[in-house]
């Protein structure tokens, strides 16, 4: 590279043919030689009139110098320019050059700018130089520094490298550079700003090995979510920053396990604070679904903070048993108090809570419960809630099945006049007890209970008992949840229980238990589920991932082995967030010797592409030119009749102009329908009116049946629901816009359908997006949808339930949906399918949410007829409506979990999906190239090489 300035010449040879610019603008400027002039005597007829048009002496100038700039710039263009302030000559020598990265948690947010930066350095020194490269963040198989690679080579593997979710190492980063015995001849080091880790110490011990060029791309702004705290309606989010200077203001939303907002707060850091805290008011129904807070707008793991039911505010239901005059003799009182430090309350009747759906209902003193609540609260538990129920006066003299064990009729006194007996102590709980570990209060004193009746497994369903063995609080299992039954009424009328500390943490274990969470779990084992990728993303865990003892998840510092992310174990899920107890801080001591490049610096651009096109444009514009002087434009290359000698120069030079004027205007709206990209890689429709009138037939078709039939477009299924019914028209108007854009399949706007009224044989394509608690279909609308796919139409049923990443694609609850409608048997789709290459080659098909699967119509054996072996019915659940959804400037309406990549490969399915519909399987024989090649192949050669799918080999069929 030869450095010029701020630019580096790949070729600087092909300048040299800038010396030749005048001979090429007199060649550019020359015109024909003149026609031989020859007298004829019927020429003397046509003395003095005045010619109409005339030939310009020489080439008009707007002409020579379009011609000439294009010369221009497809020089420079072949000279190889490259914009790259940052790049100097002395720094261009010689020997090997080392290039290290921070690429832990806190590179995230401004990933792209370290990665450009880095690549930008290579376009400085000689070409075929060896490049070397050593990043931070430790892992298991870390790249050798001593690896020698081409600069072609770096680029790629920069290309395809991602922050990981872990802090940095460069303690050992500098280890392996020893190791690898590299002496590089200059070092470029694109560091993440922060003081970590030993940060100043491996700057100086860079500088002190080579030529030292530094980026550093602190966080702006917040740099990462450092802990939180729950109250019963509200969340504090604490952010930190590195940067202290000037006030900062950022935005952390609340998002569920699906990537839905629940809220967002705002957080300021005034001049000089390093803290700031987000103030979430959230009433506790919304609360209970919140599963992570992140940093809006800035990517990373260290901005994303997992919430887990460690941590989560419980929601307990109090069964309102009326007014109570004297609230400090209700058992309620109690029990609320008891609460209040850490759960959500509220109050109702067993139909109300039921419907809400709490951690755990408390029932106390209830005897006799109604039969239909009985049975809301017998399938509420078996689905996995937490009943608690206090014993009294009534529940002692009447019993129900709702109880973990079988009741002797009245209660037991305990002391008195009349009793034989002293009131009971606690014994020490049981070790297989929830409640192990707790303190025994010695003063608490049992003066009634009710008692159990002898049952073999007795023991196993005790948690408590008095001193003299006879249990204070049973339980059991009930399908996935459980019953729970204090001995004692909650207030102070049979015990003292309810005056002691200890009373809170029993209620606080209780629920835990009954939700099938521990509490104290030190032996237990905390497998992960889901993880955290560097920028921020969950996913499923990889094999690599290693289970955490309970004793040791405290202490656990994100890694390799152990990623950020969710934990399932004994306790429930336990999140490891990567900002617990972060300080991050600017690095400011930067070797004297080091060269610092600011964000201007460390950009490059190469020019020769667009140099080129320019060249090609102006030369387009010159034949443009050409063919419209010679009048070979019809309508447009007509001559001026107007007399004079200078009419044809004042014409051409004014047509000149205005062709160069119209060059750089921008183009009128067009009259159709179109759409054009946005910056941000969406569209945004441009629509006109259309002025062809369609009359409607009186007494034969609608309107809307007239659209339907004159222009192909998608239908979606009406729900009662308003809101799923726009965000289904969005998302299939976004798919029509993506159709338009990249194929031949122009659909119009999407109409929704009535499935009892609408005709659905015009539509080639119907959504049916599934509302939450959707009843089953009429017998008319699915007998109508049964003559739809028989007919040969496609539907597509989307549940939008794959919020969780761990649950597989689960059809089943159609049934009922969909009972009656004649469908094949199902099956994922299998591997090589043509629907994942009908126009992309795609081996995914995500939306809102991706590792989802996708349900289609199950293949019958070889040789069995089928039809023409096209699926025309689809099921999932990653929500392709809200991936797909735009609003009316062509903006994308949802967040998508895997960002613009996920986007775009959603998008792709789209284009997939509709060309399968509308083209079946012609596509499908591309799955037997290889077999075909194999048998056309020569049959001496033995076997052929294994191919995968579309390849051809080098020598092609014989």
Request: no cysteine; aromatic share 6%; proline share 8%.
């Amino acid at each position: 590279m030869t450095a010029i300035g701020p630019f580096l010449l790949g070729a600087p040879l092909a300048l040299f043919a800038l010396l030749a610019l005048p001979l090429i603008w007199w060649v550019l400027r020359a015109t024909p030689p003149a026609p031989k002039e020859a007298e004829l005597p019927s020429l003397r007829l046509l003395e003095g009139a005045e010619p109409v048009e005339e030939t310009p002496a020489r080439t008009p100038w707007w002409v020579w110098l379009i011609r000439t700039l294009a010369v221009i710039a497809a020089i420079l263009g072949l000279s190889q320019p490259v914009w790259a302030p940052g790049a100097r000559t002395t720094e261009a020598g010689g020997g090997p050059l080392l290039i290290v990265m921070d690429n832990g948690w806190a590179s995230a947010p401004r990933w792209s700018e370290l990665t450009n930066a880095a690549s930008a350095t290579l376009d400085a020194g000689d070409r075929d130089g060896a490049v070397h490269l050593l990043l931070t963040a430790p892992r298991q198989l870390n790249a050798d520094p001593a690896e020698r690679l081409s600069r072609a080579d770096m680029a790629r593997r920069l290309s395809s490298l991602d922050p990981q979710p872990w802090a940095t190492d460069r303690v050992d980063a500098l280890a392996r550079l020893d190791a690898s015995k590299l002496a590089p001849a200059r070092i470029f080091y694109a560091s993440d700003g922060l003081e970590t880790e030993g940060g100043a110490a491996f700057a100086a011990a860079l500088a002190a090995r080579a030529p030292l060029t530094v980026f550093a791309a602190p966080p702006e702004g917040p740099a990462v979510i450092t802990g939180l705290s729950a109250q019963t309606d509200a969340v504090t989010v604490r952010l930190a920053r590195a940067d202290t200077g000037g006030t900062a203001r950022a935005f952390v939303s609340a998002l569920t396990q699906d990537g839905s907002a629940l809220g967002s707060a705002e957080a300021v850091f005034e001049a000089g604070a390093r803290e700031a805290e987000a103030q979430f008011a959230i009433p506790a129904a919304a609360l209970a679904r919140i599963a992570r807070f992140n940093v809006t707008g800035r990517p990373g793991a260290g901005t994303v903070w997992l919430w887990d039911s460690a941590e989560r505010t419980r929601r307990v239901g109090l069964v309102d048993a009326g007014a109570e005059a004297q609230p400090l003799l209700s058992d309620m009182h109690y029990i609320r108090k008891a609460l209040e430090p850490f759960a959500s309350i509220s109050t109702g009747d067993i139909e109300t809570l039921v419907a809400a759906a709490p951690d755990a209902i408390i029932l106390s003193d209830v005897g006799q419960i109604p039969a239909a609540d009985t049975e809301r609260l017998t399938e509420w538990v078996e689905n996995g809630g937490a009943l608690i129920r206090f014993a009294g006066p009534r529940l002692a003299a009447q019993g129900d099945e709702l109880l973990p064990v079988m009741l002797r009729r009245s209660s037991r006194a305990i002391g008195g006049a009349l009793a034989w007996e002293e009131p009971q102590g606690l014994a020490p709980f049981p070790e297989n007890s929830p409640f192990a570990g707790l303190p025994v209060p010695p003063d608490v004193r049992v003066r009634q209970q009710v008692l159990a009746r002898p049952e073999p497994d007795l023991a196993r369903k005790t948690w408590a008992r008095l001193t003299d063995g006879s249990p204070l609080v049973s339980a059991d299992s009930r399908g996935d949840g459980t019953l729970v039954l204090f001995h004692i009424t909650a207030g102070p009328d049979w015990g003292d229980l309810a005056y002691s500390g200890v009373f809170e943490q029993m209620l606080r274990r209780a629920i835990a238990a009954g939700r099938g969470e521990a509490v104290e779990d030190g032996d237990g084992t905390y497998m992960p589920q889901l993880s955290l990728d560097g920028f921020g993303r969950l996913e499923r865990a990889s094999q690599n991932a290693a289970p955490i003892k309970a004793a040791e998840f405290a202490d656990i510092a994100p890694s390799e082995t152990h990623p950020p992310g969710l934990y399932q174990g004994p306790s429930g899920s336990r999140a490891l967030n990567i900002g617990a107890g972060a300080e991050p801080r600017l690095m400011t001591q930067w070797p004297a010797s080091a060269r610092l490049l600011g964000d201007a610096e460390a950009r490059s651009l190469r020019l020769a592409g667009p140099m080129l096109a320019l060249a090609a444009g102006l030369l387009a514009l010159d034949l443009f030119i050409a063919l419209f002087v010679a009048g070979r434009l019809r309508g447009l290359g007509r001559r001026s009749k107007a007399p004079g000698k200078t009419a044809a120069k004042t014409t051409g030079g004014a047509l000149g102009a205005l062709i160069l004027a119209f060059a750089f205007m921008p183009g009128e709206p067009a009259q159709a329908q179109g759409y054009e990209l946005r910056p941000d890689g969406s569209y945004r429709a441009i629509p006109s009116p259309s002025t062809r009138v369609v009359p409607l037939p009186e007494g034969k078709a609608s309107q809307k049946q007239i659209d339907a039939a004159l222009v192909m477009r998608f239908g979606y299924i009406e729900t009662a629901d308003r809101a799923l019914n726009e965000r289904a028209r969005a998302g299939l108007q976004g798919l029509s816009n993506i159709l338009n854009m990249r194929t031949s399949v122009e659909p119009a706007e999407p109409h929704s359908l009535n499935l009892e009224t609408d005709a659905l044989e015009l539509y080639p394509l119907i959504f049916f997006v599934v509302p939450e608690n959707a009843g089953p279909l009429s017998e008319t609308a699915i007998g109508r949808l049964n003559a739809y796919l028989r007919a040969g139409g496609a539907l597509v049923i989307d549940t939008r339930a794959g919020g969780d990443a761990a649950a597989q694609t689960d059809v089943s609850k159609l049934e009922t949906l969909l009972s009656g409608l004649d469908a094949p048997q199902l099956q994922p789709v299998p591997e090589n399918h043509v629907l994942s290459r009908s126009f992309y080659l795609i081996d995914d098909f995500p939306g809102r949410f991706a590792g989802r699967r996708l349900w289609i119509e199950q293949t019958g054996e070889p040789g069995t007829a089928r039809g023409d072996g096209v699926s025309r019915l689809f099921i999932g659940d990653a929500d392709w409506i809200s991936a797909w959804a735009v609003d009316a400037d062509g903006r994308d309406l949802y967040s998508v979990d895997g960002g613009p990549q996920q986007r775009e490969t959603a998008r792709r399915f789209g284009v997939n999906l509709v060309m399968y519909v509308l083209t079946g399987s012609y596509k499908d024989d591309q799955v037997h190239i290889p077999a075909l090649l194999e048998r056309l192949g020569d049959p001496d050669a033995g076997e052929p090489e294994p191919l995968m799918p579309g390849r051809i080999p080098d020598g092609g069929p014989q």
